[in-house]
């Protein structure tokens, strides 16, 4: 069972919605990533959160936008999304971002369909 | 910053053992890791190796990193159908806030 739990596990919504994806770690972890995977290739990095502050984002279109509330939680939520953005949307946490690299440990991911 | 590359696609037979294969341009990595992703699911971390290790056993999983060949494999012993997914090896330099390069992915199949 993973210990990063993502919600929803799918979600479809047309070009006009807005939504939100939400993640969530009880390990202690200070560090959380969202990542967009396209059916078989790997994640591609899109933010990072280090102590709850942005600290990354790899050019990522602000139709989405991340939020990290608390140390826990991690939401990315959606708006005007194109089919292109139809993918997996996986969070990952690790211990921190900041010193070295770290073991990071990923959800299940949300499974998004853009209509 | 890090290129990963590994071979795409591994068919072996149940209760062989499997070895997957990635090579890694930065010899700055503070760990390198073998994720697992099953069909539907998220990755999994398997394991990962300090940089400053050789060979890290754990079960049936076998870590060997050759530093001076920049080469990173993973053994699976007595492989089993459960074990049929994509395999992907990452490494990260050591000031990367987080950013991990992934290669592209191993098809592990496994065969009765």
């Known amino acids: 069972d993973t210990e990063v739990t993502q919600t929803p596990k799918h979600l479809v919504m047309g070009m006009t919605n807005k939504k939100s994806l939400k993640c969530e770690q009880h390990?202690?972890?200070?560090?959380m990533y969202w990542y967009k995977q396209k059916a078989k290739k790997p994640p591609e990095l899109m933010f990072v959160y280090s102590y709850e502050k942005l600290s990354i984002n790899e050019s990522v279109p602000s139709r989405f936008s991340p939020e990290c509330p608390n140390s826990s939680l991690l939401n990315l939520h959606l708006h005007a999304l194109q089919p292109e953005d139809s993918a997996l949307y996986l969070c990952?946490?690790?211990?921190?971002?900041?010193?070295?690299?770290?073991?990071?440990?990923f959800g299940d991911g949300t499974r998004l369909s853009i209509l | 910053g890090e290129d990963v590359e590994q071979s795409l696609f591994l068919s072996v037979r149940e209760g062989d053992s499997s070895v997957i294969n990635c090579t890694y341009t930065d010899s700055s990595s503070t760990y390198l890791y073998w994720y697992k992703q099953e069909p539907g699911a998220g990755l999994q971390l398997l394991t990962y190796i300090f940089s400053n290790m050789d060979m890290k056993q754990d079960q049936r999983l076998t870590v060997l990193l050759n530093k001076k060949d920049k080469h990173l494999s993973l053994r699976i012993a007595d492989t089993q159908t459960g074990d049929s997914a994509i395999y992907f090896c990452?490494?990260?330099?050591?000031?990367?806030?987080?950013?991990?390069?992934f290669g592209a992915g191993t098809q592990v199949v496994v065969t009765p």
């Open positions: 990952a946490s690790s211990p921190l971002a900041n010193i070295g690299n770290q073991p990071q440990h």
């Open positions: 390990m202690g972890h200070r560090a």
């Open positions: 990452a490494g990260g330099e050591t000031d990367s806030w987080g950013k991990l390069q």
